[in-house]
């Protein structure tokens, strides 16, 4: 009965203007990249909350939360996942992994995204072959890209930067602005440790990043290091 109980804490949390300000920020509209996703009206601190009180909801009930239509309700399943994950054992971190993946359909924006994948995804891959993630950055699908990227922000945070360095320059020329966000961010990411790292990246690509992509990448240099690369493209 998880799924009944985590339904109906959500709906009852649901607030009318919160949903409306929603759909606009996460761009449900016709063409926009979350056309067609449904809100409710929660905060995260509400969505967190409730994971957290039903994070050993069993398998079959996060399936039916990350496989419906409300945002809030996948936010929630997935969430739920990475609470299972962060005191599981090793074949149960595995079995999280393995399902976060076969059923990765219903992580259809970037906050689900962002909020999970670096705590599922890039944590089980921290010491085994990433090579999926190659494949999702190759991939055609924007939100298979969008993991691929926020996977090696476990990586970076573990002072290990190759894999984000290469998925960077797979998606060099990627089209969409939210790749664009997401690459500056990683290499952001990588220059708040080794600030090195992220000038070399710079000096070699600069004048062929997406302008997103290089204004997020240098949001924490100092002033003339900035504006340096950004004449440079």
Known sequence: MSYEKIVNELEDQSDEER?????WFFK???GEYGEGDVFIGLTMPQIRKTAKKYKETGFEDVKKLI???????RMTGYLILTYKYEKADDDLR???YEFYIKNRNGLNNWDLIDVTTPKI???FLLDKDRSILYEFAKSNDLWE???AVLSTFTF???????????ISEILLKDSHDLIHKAVGWMLREIGKKDEKRLTNFLDKYATKMPR????YSIEKFEENKRLYYLKKK
């Open 19 to 23: 949903k409306h300000s929603s759909k």
């Open 28 to 30: 449900t509209g016709p």
């Open 67 to 73: 496989s419906n239509k409300v945002h809030e309700y």
């Open 94 to 96: 595995r079995e999280i």
């Open 121 to 123: 995804v890039g944590l």
């Open 145 to 147: 890209k969008r993991i």
């Open 156 to 166: 970076i945070k573990n002072g290990e930067f190759e894999d984000a360095i290469k």
């Open 212 to 215: 997103t992509m290089l204004r």
